[in-house]
Nanobody
Framework: QVQLVESGGGLVQAGESLRLSCAASGRTYMYFMGWFRQAPGKEREFVAQITWSGDTTSYADTVKGRFTISRDNAKNTVYLQMNTLKPEDTAVYYC??????????WGQGTQVTVSS
């Protein structure tokens, strides 16, 4: 069983940055890790994903060039650096872990609010 705990969310102004962290407990060896988000009234959507080695990452087009996903396997932690935030980035952000591309585990989420 894997448990994921997100932190780092908050309220920022447009153009500012935030870094989300996700601490995993349990066995995540060779797991993909990622982030999804859900804005009010919208469906949950993919944001970013990273392989175990960290050499392959993927991003949604809406965040490409602004967000960076990374991981520290020694700390069992994945990060999402979010720069040049926009009001449309406002959402609850969820950390995920999975044996493949599809997540098997989800965190409880952390709120990110970007004011204009």
């Amino acid at each position: 069983q894997v448990q994921l705990v997100e932190s780092g969310g908050g309220l920022v102004q447009a153009g500012e940055s935030l870094r989300l962290s996700c601490a995993a407990s349990g066995r995540t060896y060779m797991y993909f890790m990622g982030w999804f988000r859900q804005a009010p009234g919208k469906e949950r959507e993919f944001v970013a994903q990273i392989t175990w080695s960290g050499d392959t990452t993927s991003y949604a087009d809406t965040v490409k060039g602004r967000f960076t996903i990374s991981r520290d396997n020694a700390k069992n932690t994945v990060y999402l650096q979010m720069n040049t935030l926009k009001p449309e980035d406002t959402a609850v952000y969820y950390c995920t872990a999975g044996r493949g591309y599809a997540p098997n585990y989800w965190g409880q989420g952390t709120q990110v609010t970007v004011s204009s």
